[in-house]
């Protein structure tokens, strides 16, 4: 996409595009999908749901959507009124699942992320699976996606990162990711576009330090060009999939 147009058009219209781009060129989105959207209530999951909802007619495609928030025991910040509200403004039908996380740590272990991750993960295939829902959305964007290279290469010596589309062997169901092409800033300032910070709620762990630190190293390096990191996203791409990773400890949002 043009860097002009990127630098004249206003923030909803940049992710709009940039969405569209994302789900045409890997083929996100096809007629006949059901697509279930992991609400998380927050910035990115919200604006994800907005942007498939606003981009239905111009994407010429038949596909439905639906919304679900999964509630835990240990965090009920979450705006969960406002969301389903606007959420029901968009077409979106919304379902809240409440799952005890901490509830089912074992004796002596200790709530993490990736702990959190995996449960939510197993809650939102089985919603899915249930109710046929061929696509999962999640609302990972392009930063999201070169962090978590960096800190697999770094910490684990793996070349992997979160893949834009993954298929599921043991389930008919896969993972998209429409927000890839888009950046954070480019999404925080779409949601204040939309309305949708006032809706937005974080989790009570906060992001990861070693994932803060690592940001602002490629910010660094990369100048916070968008572009720049777009290319690197490119080259984790290899043939027709993407390298996959191994997802613990990533929010399933």
């Known amino acids: ?30 007629d006949g ?3 279930l959207i ?22 010429q495609k038949n596909y439905d959507l ?7 025991d240990f965090c009920s910040c979450c705006k969960k009124t406002i969301l389903s509200k606007r959420l029901d403004e968009w077409g979106i039908p919304f379902r809240d699942i409440f799952v005890p996380i ?17 449960q939510r993960r197993t809650e939102l295939l089985k919603y899915a699976v249930e109710n046929n829902f061929n696509k999962i959305a999640l609302g990972h964007h392009l930063d999201d996606i070169i ?12 070349l992997s ?17 429409p927000l890839a092409y888009a950046e954070e800033e480019q999404i925080i300032a ?24 690592l940001r602002k190293r490629i910010a660094e390096f990369t100048g916070s060009s968008g572009a720049i990191k777009r290319r690197i996203l490119k080259a984790l791409s290899s043939g027709k999939e993407d390298l996959l990773a191994d997802e613990g400890g990533c929010s399933p949002y």
Request: net charge positive; glycine share 6%; proline share 3%.
């Open 1 to 30: 996409m043009a860097n002009r147009f990127l630098r004249r058009a206003g923030a909803s219209e940049i992710v709009r595009k940039l969405t569209a781009k994302a789900i045409l060129e890997r083929n996100l989105v096809g």
């Open 33 to 35: 999908d059901r697509i």
């Open 38 to 59: 992991a609400a998380s209530g927050g910035k990115d999951s919200t604006v994800l749901a907005w942007a498939l909802a606003n981009l239905r007619p111009a994407l």
């Open 66 to 72: 639906a919304a679900v928030h999964i509630s835990s």
């Open 102 to 118: 901490i509830g089912r740590l074992k004796e002596g272990e200790k709530m993490n992320c990736y702990w959190c991750s995996t």
């Open 147 to 158: 962090e978590t290279f960096f800190m697999n290469l770094t910490g684990k010596g793996e």
């Open 161 to 177: 990162t979160m893949p834009v589309l993954l298929s599921y062997r043991k389930y008919p169901v896969s993972l998209i990711r």
């Open 190 to 213: 779409c949601a204040a576009e939309q309305d949708i910070l006032k809706a937005a709620c974080t989790c009570p762990y906060g992001v990861n330090s070693k994932r803060r630190d």
